[in-house]
């Protein structure tokens, strides 16, 4: 049974699918403390936050079960990447939930800063008919800057454009091609603040994008600009903003998050006439949190049943119809790297993947991840394929990745060799309609066996009768052959043999197999 934690208010509505589902026990506790967090988190298999719970490091530490953090919503600041990503923790979240939402908190917060909703409101209701002070603005005809056209920043820019604005776009990853679909004119986030009547900012807070409206732009906007910020406090400079109020460049400005939240009640913002606030509600719509929930339910069953998913945060997004293609390798990858991980002695230095024939035209990153992860696994605690690349590059492993231009027999091909201090080692492995996962070279020898369950890898010089000896070695000391495979280069050379045993032999039984006459070496181990 797995169990659930959900830290944070979430939609019901939309985690009905973890209540309903047999495998999975669900426990609400909002308002929890870090350390209230810690002594608790043991029991759980996942933790399905909001923006409120901070996921730190510590929290992790004590997860010992945590196989996935599932974050409602878009922003993941509040979870610390880097220590989930150590962990092997899986990270996702919903970016697509809560889109339309925040995009409509961002008009409903525009039309207000336009038309001082909130302020002539706030007169009304105390009793003042104050027709004079609350002169507005129209959009119509206004130049509307954009920073950040991702999902909510190109919705905000469509529905801008229905109300008749220009508009300007900054975005380190919008193309001419793109903006020009959605009509949107590209420009500098100096020209946007030199241009625009309305501003509004729709990227993540990273170091880049940290006060991406400073001193230096709001001294270059035009008198009477507006700005609104419903993405993450920061990404507007609070202090910088307030002075461009006080000069009068600012005419308004609408903030839906703040540097810190929640701010403090001296916070500049909360009494300033010309400022309006709200607390982080861009996602706040039933629809965006049932939304969200349903969305990160899904991925949260995917994870604990060890099925795909498709919105890691701590992993390279993949699509669809890459994930359908590659998902029938991932066993043979994880084989491959497992099976090469315990023949190969030595601390390993580089693993080089080769891919070849229906592979080599798909990117096999996800399948790099399974054939690192089985290499590392014998070897390492808690290798998952979300660190699998990280302990790697920890531990100074080099991964090279191949794709064969040469013709192969096999349709599709995964050759995998492992170098150490000690020695280098080889495997391929193919996936043959109908028959599954085999493994077809080790070495430079030929083989062609399911890999499964306890096996033997002998090296041996190709001599009549060993075969038999072996045979009876294990046969008398109890170890049932259920399959056996050998390869040779030349007749007579050195050859190798693959053994499927019913139980793993005893430490001894290995020895004695050693000591056979043209036994060069044994391994034994399990897939
Ligand atoms: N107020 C609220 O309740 C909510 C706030 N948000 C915030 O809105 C932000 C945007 O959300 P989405 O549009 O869904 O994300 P998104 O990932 O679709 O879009 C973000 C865009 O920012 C761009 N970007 C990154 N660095 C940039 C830079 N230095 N300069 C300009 N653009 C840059 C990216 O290229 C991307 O296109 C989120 O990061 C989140 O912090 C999201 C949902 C609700
Ligand atoms: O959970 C919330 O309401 C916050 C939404 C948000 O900021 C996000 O999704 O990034």
Request: hydrophobic share 30%; aromatic share 10%; glycine share 0%.
């Given at each position: 049974m797995f169990k659930v934690l959900v830290s944070d208010p979430i939609s019901d509505q939309g985690i009905g699918l973890l209540y309903e589902a047999q495998d999975v026990e669900v426990e609400k506790k909002t308002g929890l403390s870090e350390d209230e967090l810690v002594a608790i988190i043991g029991e759980y298999d996942a933790l399905l936050v909001r923006s409120?719970?901070?996921?730190?490091e510590r929290i992790m530490n004590a997860g010992d079960r945590l196989k996935v953090i599932g974050r409602a919503g878009v922003g993941v600041d509040n979870i610390d990447l880097e220590a989930a990503t150590k962990r092997g923790i899986v990270v996702i979240n919903a970016p697509d939930g809560n889109t339309i939402a925040t995009c409509e908190h961002t008009f409903a917060m525009m039309m207000s800063v336009a038309r001082s909703i909130p302020q002539a409101y706030k007169k009304t209701v105390g009793g003042e008919w104050d027709?004079?002070?609350?002169v507005g603005v129209e959009l119509r005809n206004k130049v509307l800057g954009v920073i950040g056209m991702g999902r909510i920043g190109s919705e905000v820019a469509k529905r801008a454009k229905a109300f008749g604005m220009d508009i300007l776009g900054y975005d380190p990853f919008l193309t001419e091609e793109r903006a020009e679909k959605i009509g949107v004119k590209l420009a500098t986030v100096n020209e946007i603040a030199q241009q625009a009547d309305f501003i509004t900012v729709h990227t993540p807070l990273t170091p880049e994008t940290r006060h991406i409206l400073g001193p230096a732009q709001f001294a270059m906007m035009k008198k009477g600009v507006r700005v609104i910020n419903c993405a993450r406090g920061g990404i507007i400079d609070e202090a910088a903003l307030v002075d461009a109020v006080n000069q009068g460049i600012v005419a308004g400005a609408a903030f839906?998050?703040?540097?810190?939240?929640?701010?403090?009640?001296?916070?500049?913002?909360?009494?300033?006439?010309k400022i309006i606030v709200t607390p982080h509600l861009g996602a706040s719509t039933v629809e965006a949190q049932e939304n969200v929930a349903i969305d990160v339910s899904e991925e949260v069953l995917h994870i604990l049943r060890n099925e795909p998913f498709k919105n890691a945060v701590n992993m390279p997004a993949v699509p669809a119809n890459v994930l359908n293609k590659l998902q029938p390798y991932f066993d043979l990858g994880e084989k491959l790297g497992r099976f090469l991980g315990q023949i190969t002695e030595g601390a390993i230095r580089e693993i080089v993947i080769n891919y070849a024939g229906d592979l080599v035209d798909v990117d096999t990153t996800p399948l790099t991840r399974y054939i690192v992860r089985g290499v590392l696994g014998n070897r390492l605690e808690g290798v998952n394929i979300v660190n699998a690349m990280h302990l790697a590059k920890t531990r100074e492993v080099n991964i090279v990745i191949q794709k064969a231009t040469a013709v192969t027999s096999f349709t599709n091909l995964v050759t995998v060799t492992l170098k150490t201090k000690a020695e280098e080692r080889v495997a391929a492995g193919t996936l043959l309609a109908g028959y599954g996962d085999r493994i077809v070279q080790i070495d430079q020898y030929p083989v062609d066996f399911a890999p499964a369950g306890s096996m033997m890898l002998i090296s041996h010089n190709d001599k009549p009768g060993i075969i038999g000896r072996v045979g009876t070695l294990l046969g008398s000391n109890d170890v049932n052959i259920a399959t056996m495979q050998v390869g040779r280069k030349v007749v007579g050379g050195s050859a190798i043999m693959v053994l499927t045993v019913d139980k793993p032999a005893s430490q001894d039984v290995l020895t004695e197999l050693a000591k056979?006459?043209?036994?060069v070496g044994v391994r034994q181990f399990t897939i």
């Open positions: 409120q719970t901070k996921v730190t027709r004079k002070t609350f839906d998050v703040f540097e810190e939240e929640p701010p403090t009640a001296d916070h500049p913002f909360l009494n300033n006439p056979l006459p043209e036994i």
